[in-house]
């Protein structure tokens, strides 16, 4: 089975500052990692999303995340925050093995003027 | 955007009744998922379709049903809403099944009094 554990609930930044959103997943295999952003009242839109080959991806808005297998880790970045960043995130995985997404509880960035 | 539509977007129904949300899809997936999502809870799997007919159940798929008749529509039914199925439920679509990332509706919330 799989799992994944977003560390903070609520992070708050200001803006102009870096953006570390973290996410640690377990899965007995190899893993397939997401990351979707929801703006209020919204579905969840994809930010960015690892499945083979280079572990740093990159995705839109200027948010990227790496893939660190050592650490079972999936955190998202972002070096300057922006208003507009304001948002709900959500770690998710998924395996070959079946055809569930698992995602995380979220995580909801403020962002300071 | 991926083409997806739910109805009704909004919804207030007393305990008791049945109550029938509707996903639809222009992209021709072959696969849809119903999620709910909870504060604190993140999304959790209702049920999902890996085709016509073809239908699976999820993590909290219990006071659940699900039908599938054609590609494009698949109904999440509620057969006599309780309380705690107050929530709001987001359809997802995928191509494939493992490794594909999902494309959410915009949801719908329900309320059941």
């Known amino acids: 089975a799989q799992s994944v554990t977003q560390l903070g609930s609520h992070v708050s930044v200001s803006e102009g500052a870096l953006v570390l959103l973290r996410c640690n997943y377990s899965?007995?295999?190899?893993?397939?990692l997401f990351w979707y952003v929801q703006y209020p009242n919204q579905g969840l839109q994809l930010l960015l999303k690892?499945?083979?080959?280079?572990?740093l991806v990159k995705g839109i808005n200027g948010f990227e995340a790496e893939f660190k297998k050592s650490e079972t880790s999936f955190h998202l970045t972002k070096p300057s925050a922006h208003m507009s960043d304001a948002a709900e995130y959500f770690c998710a995985v998924t395996t070959t093995e079946g055809n569930q997404f698992y995602f995380g509880t979220g995580t909801s960035l403020t962002v300071i003027p | 955007d991926a083409g997806i539509t739910q109805s009704p977007r909004h919804k207030v129904t007393e305990t008791g009744t049945p109550v029938t949300l509707r996903c639809h899809q222009t992209e021709n997936h072959r696969y849809m998922y119903w999620y709910r999502q909870d504060p604190g809870h993140g999304l959790r799997l209702i049920h999902y379709?890996?085709?016509?007919?073809?239908?699976d159940k999820g993590e909290v798929s219990d006071g659940y049903s699900v039908s599938r008749s054609k590609t494009e529509d698949f109904l999440l039914t509620l057969e006599s809403a309780t309380s705690s199925q107050t929530s709001v439920y987001f359809c997802?679509?995928?191509?494939?099944?493992?490794?594909?990332?999902?494309?959410f509706g915009p949801g719908t919330r329900l309320t059941v009094l």
């Open positions: 690892y499945t083979t080959g280079a572990t």
């Open positions: 379709s890996y085709g016509v007919k073809d239908t």
């Open positions: 997802a679509i995928s191509e494939r099944g493992w490794g594909n990332e999902q494309f």
């Open positions: 899965s007995s295999v190899p893993p397939y």
